[in-house]
């Protein structure tokens, strides 16, 4: 049975533009309305599976007015517009769309769309699909729930699959149960979090349990790429490209071939680059600098970051339909203070793996200090717990860690009196913060002490985040 298809458009040549690319792959095209009341009257009378909405219609009411009906009836839509002010992109998140299209359309782009739209669909809890469909969802999802992995979690790890990830808490375990969802499909996966939460690791676990786990798995870190080097390390270059190319290089995504790669930091990446990668998503296949070969890739991407991509859209310094395009399924990775729960057997797994690689015998961790830890908000996330459980290693004398030494205790001292509110913007507050940080470390960066550390992030993306907010040596020299 074909799925039934409802185009929402006032301009009739894109409306029946979209009309010959559905009929084209397929589908049932149900009507096209050119209104928010046209829409519900034949929304009533078809019932269709999926809605293409535009955002900015003719009359009192919006698309995304008639967004919030269709979420209400779980009807799939996806949005279309040439528009990506904030004001806009707010109020469209808040309707929970399956996906956003930019005008003008490409036809592939709707067909991986509505693809898109239907998988997340046929896993969605609530799906209003065939009986069938949904026995065979939940007799997968009764599955997973069964297996250890999920279910049971020791003080030390998960298991192969799931990479030694820490902890017990119902936001982990939903986070873990999505995982096995989406990693034998051949989904991209976006996963969002702050900085030291473990991205990459889970990004390592979708590897693994995907059909291209025998593939290599590549990392790139985006921040850290040079500027000047980023597309000759991500597609490569012939002898010959540039000066200094004395040989044939192979990028990233010729090494990731049948396997995964896994782009970290993707919101570092500059607007030129963000073309590219678009294009590398929408075709499958890349261009070595200097070359002429078309190369045909076989390759799944997962992609991170620690920014809001919807703000770095608004503001300009983010493709919206490149974040469309990674934005498939996403999922995202609790901070710590969120999950305060798994603190506990987090100290326990650090202080037994660098008591090991120390040579020394396992240290008792005292009632005081585990409070201490467990209470702690961790700006840097786990990245920060494990150093200190770290630094409380190498600096305890006897066989219990009865003190640590947390950076919030450090620079207790180095506040204001002035307890007065001013409103300041997320930057303006990074900032800020960043430069306290560096004031203390006495400018000193990376290495023990330094002001990476501290916040719990690479050196590479301090830096990275100090040249966006404007921050030089002259600042806090």
Excluded at 39 to 50: C, F, G, R, V, Y
Excluded at 137 to 160: C, H
Excluded at 352 to 375: A, H, M, N, W, Y
Aim: charged fraction near 30%; glycine fraction near 8%; include cysteine.
């Amino acid at each position: 049975m074909k799925e039934k298809v409802l185009i929402v458009e006032d301009q009739s040549i894109e409306a029946l533009n979209l009309e010959r690319i559905l009929k084209k792959a397929g589908y049932e095209v149900c009507g096209i309305a050119k209104s928010v009341e046209q829409a519900s009257a034949i929304i009533e009378k078809q019932n269709p599976d999926l809605v293409l909405l535009d955002i900015f219609l003719k009359g009192p009411l919006t698309g995304i007015d008639l967004g919030h009906k269709l979420r209400d009836k779980n009807i799939s839509f996806i949005y279309l517009s040439a528009n990506s002010n904030q004001a806009t992109l707010d109020a469209a998140k808040e309707t929970r769309p399956d996906g956003f299209l930019v005008k003008p359309v490409r036809e592939k782009d709707v067909i991986v769309m509505l693809e898109i739209a239907r998988y997340k669909r046929v896993h969605s809890p609530k799906s209003l699909v065939d009986p069938q469909v949904k026995t065979d969802i939940q007799e997968k999802d009764n599955r997973l729930k069964k297996t250890e992995t999920i279910a049971e979690v020791s003080d030390t790890g998960r298991g192969d699959n799931f990479h030694g990830i820490i902890g017990n808490s119902p936001k982990l375990q939903e986070l873990l149960r999505l995982v096995q969802i989406v990693a034998p499909t051949e989904t991209g996966v976006l996963i969002l979090g702050e900085s030291g939460t473990g991205k990459e690791r889970i990004a390592q676990c979708v590897h693994t349990l995907s059909p291209r786990k025998s593939g290599p798995f590549i990392k790139v870190n985006c921040a850290a790429l040079p500027a000047n080097l980023i597309e000759s390390i991500l597609f490569g270059h012939e002898r010959g490209a540039f000066t200094g190319a004395f040989e044939r290089k192979i990028g990233k995504f010729e090494q990731a071939q049948k396997g995964t790669i896994f782009l970290d930091e993707i919101g570092e990446l500059p607007p030129e680059l963000q073309v590219k990668l678009l294009r590398v998503l929408q075709e499958n296949e890349i261009e070595r600098l200097g070359g002429r070969e078309v190369i045909k890739l076989n390759v799944r991407m997962i992609a991170a970051t620690n920014r809001n991509l919807e703000k770095e859209i608004a503001e300009g310094h983010f493709r919206m339909d490149l974040y469309y395009r990674l934005n498939v399924f996403s999922v995202y990775l609790p901070a710590l203070r969120e999950r305060k729960e798994d603190v506990p057997a987090l100290v326990t797994h650090f202080t037994e793996k660098f008591c090991s690689k120390s040579g020394r015998p396992p240290l008792k961790i005292s009632r005081q200090v585990l409070d201490e830890l467990t209470q702690y908000s961790w700006p840097g996330n786990i990245r920060e717990l494990e150093h200190v459980v770290e630094r409380a290693v190498l600096l305890t004398p006897g066989d219990s860690i009865k003190e640590v030494n947390l950076p919030a205790n450090k620079m207790k001292n180095t506040g204001t009196d002035n307890d007065q509110i001013i409103i300041k913007t997320i930057d303006e507050n990074d900032r800020d913060y960043i430069l306290k940080i560096l004031k203390h470390t006495k400018g000193k960066i990376s290495g023990e002490g330094g002001a990476a550390e501290l916040l719990g992030v690479p050196p590479t993306t301090l830096n990275s985040r100090m040249k966006r907010l404007g921050i030089s040596k002259e600042h806090f020299g």
